[in-house]
């Protein structure tokens, strides 16, 4: 491959030519472009986005939380063992990941590359809520875990309810139960606005040079005989099939990632398989409800719910507006993009992947009725839930929003064997550098810098070693462990907030 990217002449004339091109105009091929542009300035890149704007599907900000994931409040990503100890290393790892992306955004607004960041981050306080003595029980164990980490330094504990009422006054509004309730809060937590983000990323590509296709979709893509990729692109409604030709391509399409990276033929693409899980949330806009609450508040999941459906009440900060978002509230759809087609699921299903699908089928009926559940309900029954939230909730305050396609990861692995659900962000590479695929959902882009990184090293890895002292510029930590350099961990929190306009 590397061989490839030093070459003067291309070996066949097409519709177009470029050394990298980027599938989908999301956080994660933004996020990849703008590092490229900083570590090879010279390479060509094209950007091809099925819609007619960036950030238009998952990445958009009424497709997610908006959640800057770094574990502050998520209780998912830690996880009490059998001898009762709490095992934080999940949390720590996202933690460290998130720290990566805030050095990156901080970089790019010193080179006046992103302008005002308020554009798209926020301080906003984490908190994790929790009632029932068990609850209680775990949630202070995990903050005792977390406390003495560095990372999590200056983070709360109480069960006092007036300390909450201080804290979450709508929440705490109407709340009479008797159970044993208590919150952990982090001033150090953010709302993220990744459709901004996305937005103004893509128009510094622009600026610099790289080539936006809108209204392109990516139909087929294989190698030809020089090693090149050659991809099938149909531009709008045109019957006309363009043929593109690239030396390294990133598949950076969200749901629709599995799909294309299917058509690649690549083997380490084999075996995997995609579940679709759609989300809806309730949204209030409403200025005396949304000021009485200012936090992203995260309890705990049901039982059989996926980690992404977790529960909670959030702050959101949207082209100048503050609302407030409550859910998720897990649906189906076989549908791998809001904007995909009903026979996305069906058409994934592949003579390599079908053991997985079989055997996923079998292994989440847990999961498989809890969609059920989730489908069937009512607009009434999905004001109870919100009303454990918020106890003086009104259906009327509150619309009702669809929210982003999810595809998680079906493959085989050692702990799970065939059919495995995957909740996490997996990259996936070719044997030779040439083709990379992000496949997943949560935290997703959150940690965006630390997948593309992660792209770099796997694609690129001679030149990834001669881009040290830049990435190095960009990314202050990266190659160090802040939890074990705690004054480096407090300089960079520092730099970032300052750069970034947070607290």
């Known amino acids: 491959m590397f061989n490839l990217f030093r070459r003067n002449e291309w070996s066949m004339k097409k519709d177009g030519q470029s050394d990298v091109v980027l599938i989908g105009a999301g956080i994660m091929s933004a996020t990849l472009g703008a590092m490229l542009k900083e570590l090879a300035p010279e390479w060509n890149i094209t950007i091809f986005e099925k819609l007619s704007e960036a950030g238009a599907e998952s990445t958009n900000e009424w497709n997610n939380a908006g959640t800057g994931h770094n574990a502050l409040c998520e209780l998912n990503y830690t996880v009490e063992k059998k001898d009762g100890t709490m095992d934080i290393s999940k949390a720590v790892r996202i933690n460290e990941q998130f720290q990566l992306s805030r050095q990156f955004w901080s970089y790019l607004v010193g080179k006046n590359l992103l302008q005002d960041p308020h554009d798209f981050i926020m301080s906003v306080p984490h908190m994790s809520l929790v009632e029932g003595e068990k609850n209680v029980k775990f949630l202070r164990k995990r903050y005792e875990a977390l406390s003495q980490n560095p990372l999590f330094q200056g983070m709360e504990y109480t069960e006092d309810r007036d300390k909450l009422t201080e804290w979450v006054p709508l929440i705490m509004d109407g709340h009479t139960?008797?159970?044993?309730?208590?919150?952990?809060?982090?001033?150090?937590?953010?709302?993220?606005?990744?459709?901004?983000?996305?937005?103004?990323?893509?128009?510094?590509?622009?600026?610099?040079?790289?080539t936006v296709r809108y209204n392109c979709n990516v139909k087929d893509m294989k190698r030809n005989g020089d090693g090149l990729w050659e991809l099938k692109v149909r531009n709008g409604k045109s019957p006309r099939i363009e043929t593109h030709v690239a030396k390294f391509v990133f598949i950076g399409a969200g749901g629709g990632s599995l799909p294309i990276l299917q058509k690649s033929g690549i083997s380490e693409g084999k075996g995997i398989g995609g579940f679709p899980i759609s989300g809806l949330f309730m949204v209030c806009k409403d200025p005396e409800i949304v000021k009485r609450h200012h936090a992203k508040v995260y309890s705990k999941a049901k039982v059989g719910a996926p980690p992404m459906s977790v529960p909670h009440?959030?702050?959101?900060?949207?082209?100048?507006?503050?609302?407030?978002?409550?859910?998720?509230?897990?649906?189906?759809?076989?549908?791998?993009?809001?904007?995909?087609?009903?026979?996305?699921?069906?058409?994934?299903?592949?003579?390599?992947?079908?053991?997985?699908?079989?055997?996923?089928?079998?292994?989440?009926?847990g999961l498989e009725k809890y969609l059920i559940q989730q489908l069937l309900l009512t607009d009434k029954q999905r004001l109870k839930e919100l009303q454990v939230f918020v106890p003086t909730a009104k259906l009327e305050d509150w619309e009702l929003l669809v929210a982003g396609q999810r595809v998680q990861v079906i493959k085989e692995t050692k702990e799970g064997g065939k059919g495995t659900l995957q909740f996490g962000t997996e990259v996936v590479t070719s044997a030779d550098g040439t083709v990379a695929a992000l496949l997943?959902?949560?935290?997703?882009?959150?940690?965006?810098?630390?997948?593309?990184?992660?792209?770099?090293?796997?694609?690129?890895?001679?030149?990834?070693?001669?881009?040290?002292?830049?990435?190095?510029?960009?990314?202050?930590?990266?190659?160090?462990?802040?939890?074990?350099?705690?004054?480096?961990?407090?300089?960079?929190?520092?730099?970032?907030?300052?750069?970034?306009?947070l607290k």
């Open 313 to 365: 009440l959030d702050t959101r900060y949207i082209n100048g507006e503050e609302s407030l978002l409550f859910g998720p509230f897990a649906g189906f759809s076989p549908k791998f993009l809001k904007n995909g087609s009903l026979l996305d699921l069906f058409l994934s299903i592949k003579p390599h992947n079908l053991l997985n699908m079989i055997m996923s089928g079998l292994k989440e009926f």
């Open 177 to 210: 139960s008797s159970d044993p309730i208590a919150a952990t809060r982090s001033e150090m937590g953010t709302d993220v606005n990744f459709g901004a983000l996305t937005r103004m990323l893509i128009d510094n590509l622009q600026e610099q040079g790289v």
């Open 440 to 501: 997943g959902a949560s935290p997703g882009a959150s940690t965006a810098v630390h997948a593309m990184l992660n792209v770099l090293s796997r694609c690129f890895p001679q030149d990834f070693a001669q881009w040290q002292p830049k990435i190095k510029e960009m990314i202050p930590s990266y190659g160090i462990s802040l939890e074990e350099n705690p004054e480096l961990f407090r300089e960079i929190e520092r730099s970032t907030a300052r750069a970034l306009g």
